[in-house]
């Protein structure tokens, strides 16, 4: 019963139609009774994860767990400023939810081929990017699928890059197979 959980609530309802489950199971009875569906819900976890990769945390979105990013110091400072990143983080969601359709449309071997780890392992990265390089206010939302598309094509030159530079040496596995010097996240 936080006041930040209810005015999320509150708003994304009131400008998008969509529901903020505070607690978990909270819609249960709307969607067994078919007056809402679960695309009309947006996760309390889910959302504070897109702060954090609006906020430009991917990384610490992706890694940290639940119990952490809900201690209240946390959640306030992610969420500060709320009224003008609401429009940011459904972006975000919808950023987001986009990914995990291109995830289910391609095959590990062929998203690897076309994308990288970027639909696997770094979704939160890549809305991170999308948010950095193409938001600019509501009007983009309706680009959201062109602008994550954008990103994704220049993902895989952008991870080469990324293991190329010694400073991330910790962030990768080196692994030899057959002689070949691969790098996993």
């Known amino acids: 019963n936080d006041a930040v959980q209810i005015n999320i609530q509150n708003i994304l309802f009131e400008k998008f139609g969509m529901y903020y489950e505070r607690k978990k199971g909270e819609f249960s009875d709307g969607i067994k009774e078919k007056y809402i569906t679960r ?34 110091q946390h959640f306030a400072n992610v969420l500060k400023d709320l009224e003008a990143s609401v429009d940011m983080y459904y972006y975000a969601y919808l950023c987001y939810q986009y990914l995990i359709n291109l995830e289910k449309e391609h095959d590990k071997e062929q998203s690897e081929k076309n994308f990288g780890f970027g639909l696997r392992y770094g979704k939160y990265a890549v809305v991170s990017a999308v948010i950095y390089s193409r938001y600019k206010n509501i009007k983009s939302l309706e680009d959201h699928e062109n602008d994550v598309s954008e990103v994704l094509a220049s993902w895989i030159d952008f991870e080469s890059k990324v293991v190329k530079n010694s400073r991330n040496n910790a962030y990768f596995q080196v692994i030899n197979d057959s002689g070949i010097e691969s790098r996993y996240y």
Not at 58 to 69: E, F, L, N, T, W
Request: charged fraction near 30%; glycine fraction near 2%.
């Open 39 to 72: 695309k009309q819900i947006i996760s309390r976890d889910l959302l504070l994860r897109l702060a954090m990769s609006c906020n430009g945390r991917s990384s610490q979105a992706r890694r940290s767990s639940d119990r952490v990013i809900f201690e209240e």
